[in-house]
């Protein structure tokens, strides 16, 4: 029997004492958020592709208990491990998005997925926070060894992974991967005059973007179309956030649910503000700000540059995603297939999400990384 006390010098009693339980607390409330909006808004989804009510429910929680124990198992490794974890899972990624280019499964004309044993994996999903931990190693890294190019070296794996993202095309991806690593150099000590230069060449490319890839201009048009040819996503959309009303319409009882076809990914927000009103979009807006502040202030009480950055990047990272799923639901901003983090449905987002939790929970534990926060790789 595992004992939690204080004095306890088990893996688990250690890691119970020293974990962010607030943090850890608010994961698994949206966790459990998810679960219950999943029940809600993907039994009408299934039966209008004919696949069976509980279809996309039996999915997800087949992956949740994998997704959560991944989480609580990386939160119980030491830096040196997080570092190593997150090297690996990089290179990984990177290949496996090199064989999407090739053998990858196209939907709505970008090639994202891979099929495996029945499952649609999306290798970028992964690239998010093992880009963000294998860049602020090599950020600290420039900082503690005069002769080590780690500025160098993580400016050529970013340019590395965004060409790689834009070739499937993903630009909604680039665009978060871009301003988490943006992020980050900044808060390596990067000039604020580089920090303008870049600022204006991420414009231009998000212009030239508009340009070049026919989706990204078709999103933006829709976005600046008006009222009366707005996309139908969309309509439907605000249309059920006016149904929700401040309380819902009730658990189950939603409509305009019905007629969206991506009411379980893109679009749960939607089925939160039609059944459980403004409150719980207030609520679930509120739990992740809450992840955000809450680790940007414990990483700010840290003196390891390595801890600041890659707590720092995860946190963004998950706070970026969250808030361009949710205002493209709310029409402020073209549609992206960003999923809501730890709610919508999708085994990569869930498991990818997890895997970036977990190392974010090891990361933030208290007292624990004193023997080990020194070292390199």
């Not at 119970?16 to 607030?22: F, P, S």
């Not at 050529?156 to 993903?170: C, E, G, H, I, K």
């Not at 989706?215 to 149904?243: C, P, T």
């Not at 970036?356 to 790789?377: C, F, P, Q, W, Y």
Request: with cysteine; aromatic share 12%.
């Amino acid at each position: 029997m595992v004992s939690f006390a204080r004095n306890s010098k088990s893996v688990i009693a250690n890691w119970w004492w020293t974990v962010d339980k607030t943090l850890l607390g608010l994961i698994t409330l949206l966790l459990l958020i998810g679960i219950f909006l999943n029940f809600s808004a993907s039994p009408s989804v299934a039966n209008r592709i004919g696949v069976g009510s509980f279809h996309f429910i039996k999915r997800q929680l087949f992956f949740l208990p994998i997704a959560y124990g991944l989480m609580l198992f990386l939160s119980m490794q030491k830096l040196k491990t997080i570092r190593r974890t997150a090297i690996v899972a990089f290179i990984v990624t990177l290949g496996l998005m090199v064989l999407t280019l090739f053998w990858g499964e196209e939907t709505k004309g970008a090639s994202r997925w891979i099929n495996f044993a029945g499952f649609s994996l999306q290798p970028s999903e992964f690239v998010k926070p093992s880009f963000a931990v294998v860049a602020a190693w090599l950020f600290d890294g420039q900082k503690k060894y005069r002769d080590f190019p780690g500025n160098l070296l993580s400016t050529s794996l970013f340019a590395l992974t965004a060409a790689l993202l834009l070739l499937q095309p993903d630009l909604g991806m680039t665009i978060v991967v871009t301003a988490i690593w943006g992020f980050q150099f900044f808060l390596a000590g990067l000039s604020m005059w580089i920090v303008g230069i870049l600022a204006v060449l991420g414009l231009i490319g998000i212009v030239a973007a508009y340009f070049i890839f026919p989706h990204v201009q078709a999103r933006v048009d829709q976005f600046l179309a008006s009222e009366n040819n707005m996309g139908y996503q969309i309509k439907k959309s605000l249309e059920a956030f006016e149904s929700g009303g401040f309380f819902g319409r009730g658990p189950g009882e939603g409509i305009v649910k019905m007629n969206i076809p991506d009411a379980h990914t893109d679009f749960i927000f939607a089925v939160a503000a039609e059944e459980y009103g403004m409150l719980l979009c207030l609520l679930i807006v509120g739990i992740y700000a809450a992840i955000v502040v809450r680790t940007m202030i414990v990483s700010a009480k840290d003196s390891n540059l390595f801890i600041i950055l890659s707590a720092s990047a995860l946190a963004a990272s998950f706070g970026l995603q969250a808030i361009i799923n949710m205002a493209s639901s709310l029409h402020l901003m073209p549609t992206k297939g960003m999923t809501l983090p730890f709610i919508s449905y999708g085994g990569s987002s869930l498991l990818a999400t997890a895997f970036g939790m977990g190392m974010l929970l090891a990361i933030t534990r208290k007292n624990v990384h004193a023997e080990d926060k020194d070292e390199t790789d």
